[in-house]
């Protein structure tokens, strides 16, 4: 059984950084995407990054493009989310989850999710 855990939340200023960890076990991830998505209170989950399998590939929610960038390291089993340029509105729980396909930008595509970790950004 995977298991998939986030790491690197906190509170954070505006225009500061954050580097978000999500650490894989229990199986190989490698030939899957890996996503990562957010909810802020009273609002529905949605789509922030993902990365293909090999990492050739990444796509980006136009909310966090040019600031947020994802990346992961196969050798580590983890995914990386780097979070520059944060803005009140990214204030969010933020989690990562795989998906069994070259990449996906859909909720319902991934099967496997982390608990989640608590960004909070500050005005």
């Known amino acids: 059984q995977g298991q998939l855990v986030e790491s690197g939340g906190g509170l954070v200023q505006a225009g500061g950084s954050l580097r978000l960890s999500c650490a894989a076990s229990?199986?190989?991830?490698?030939?899957?995407?890996m996503g990562w998505f957010r909810q802020a209170p009273g609002k529905e989950r949605e789509f922030v990054a993902t990365?293909?399998?090999?990492?050739?590939?990444?796509y980006y929610a136009d909310s966090v493009k040019g600031r947020f960038t994802i990346s992961r390291d196969n050798a580590k089993n983890t995914v990386y989310l780097q979070m520059n340029s944060l803005k009140p509105e990214d204030t969010a729980v933020y989690y990562c989850a795989t998906a069994p396909l070259i990449w996906s930008t859909r909720i319902r595509d991934y099967d496997y999710w982390g608990q989640g970790t608590q960004v909070t950004v500050s005005s």
């Open positions: 229990g199986q190989t991830f490698s030939r899957n995407a």
């Open positions: 990365v293909s399998g090999i990492g050739d590939t990444t």
